[in-house]
């Protein structure tokens, strides 16, 4: 079976601290992607990243690094210099490739970023 | 590009009744999936629809349904509420491939009392 685990569940930090969210998998399978969502407040899930599990380029966007680790079962998210309007919960997700299969979420990390 | 629309956003239900909510996907987008979030659960996959066929279901019980339209326009309808199916229930779209992702609608938050 699938399994994804956000460790933590709560973080909070200061403005322009850097901060990582911690994703851990489980699966059996070798072809899976993996997505990192957020949530704030106002509830729409917003799309943030997927990656295949073919590729473990790591992946930088503007603040947001993403660090995808095999060996590890890893797929750690980083804020790097965070901000207000980041606070939200972010949640990591998991997809087998093949039919049948439905997106398997973390809990979820509750960010809080005060200034 | 209009992003998926779910209406309404907000219902307060009796226990005991039914409900339909309704998604509109992202224009060409042919899958449709349903989730329900509660703080206790997380979020927990109820069912998906592709071309008006369910293609998946989730681990819930017979009272959650779901129908998908020619136009890939989703409802899905619980019926004989209980308090425990208080949730925000979001709906996502996908062009067919899950390698292509899910974009989520704002959902909608269900109160039973």
């Known amino acids: 079976a699938q399994k994804v685990t956000q460790a933590q569940t709560e973080i909070s930090v200061v403005e322009k601290e850097d901060v990582t969210l911690d994703c851990v998998y489980e699966?059996?399978?070798?072809?899976?992607?993996l997505f990192w969502y957020k949530q704030p407040p106002s509830g729409e899930l917003v799309f943030l990243i997927r990656?295949?599990?073919?590729?473990?380029q790591n992946e930088i966007s503007g603040r947001y690094s993403w660090n995808f680790q095999k060996s590890t079962s890893s797929f750690n998210f980083t804020i790097t210099a965070s901000q207000v309007v980041d606070s939200a919960v972010y949640f990591c997700a998991l997809i087998l490739n093949q039919a049948g299969t439905a997106l398997i979420f973390g809990k979820g990390t509750t960010l809080s970023v005060s200034s | 590009k209009a992003g998926v629309t779910q209406t309404p956003r907000y219902l307060i239900k009796t226990r005991g009744q039914q409900v339909t909510l309704s998604c509109s996907p992202i224009?060409?987008?042919?899958?449709v999936s349903w989730y329900q979030q509660t703080p206790g659960q997380g979020l927990q996959f109820l069912f998906e629809y592709f071309s008006e066929t369910q293609r998946n279901k989730g681990n819930f019980p017979g009272r959650f349904s779901g129908r998908q339209f020619s136009n890939s326009r989703s409802e899905m309808n619980v019926s004989t509420l209980e308090l425990g199916d208080s949730a925000l229930y979001l709906c996502a779209s996908s062009p067919s491939n899950r390698g292509h992702g899910y974009t989520f609608g704002s959902g909608t938050r269900l109160t039973v009392v």
């Open positions: 699966t059996r399978d070798t072809t899976y992607y």
């Open positions: 224009s060409g987008h042919r899958s």
């Open positions: 990656r295949n599990s073919f590729d473990e």
